[in-house]
């Protein structure tokens, strides 16, 4: 069973920072791309930055400049590094995966559980 678990999330003061992690656990061949999302209250989920199987990069406009994704394949673990974060990033974020598995034809799609970011002005 392939579970991915967030960590990392809490209270910080605007202008300050913090790193969210996101680890996949079980028998794993091999993890597509990765991605962070985030919903705020009565907002529709979000793509926050995506990462793929190498090094290509893509972020939304709102976080470019001040957010970055990373990966560490030997780990299974994506990374978001948020800095300079305002009233605006306040939200749950979920991380993603697409995912090979020795139990299942092709790649399957995997949520994360959310971990709260609450950024106070």
């Known amino acids: 069973q392939v579970q991915l678990v967030e960590s990392g999330g809490g209270l910080v003061q605007a202008g300050g920072s913090l790193r969210l992690s996101c680890a996949a656990s079980g028998t794993i061949f091999s993890i597509n791309a990765m991605s962070w999302y985030r919903q705020a209250p009565g907002k529709q989920r979000e793509l926050v930055a995506a990462?793929?199987?190498?090094?290509?990069?893509n972020y939304a406009d709102s976080v470019k400049g001040r957010f970055t994704i990373s990966r560490d394949n030997a780990k299974n673990t994506v990374y978001l590094q948020m800095n300079s974060l305002n009233a605006e990033d306040t939200a749950v974020y979920y991380c993603d995966a697409w995912i090979k598995t020795p139990q299942v034809v092709g790649v399957r799609h995997y949520w994360g559980q959310g971990t709260q970011v609450t950024v106070s002005s």
């Open positions: 990462i793929s199987s190498g090094v290509t990069t």
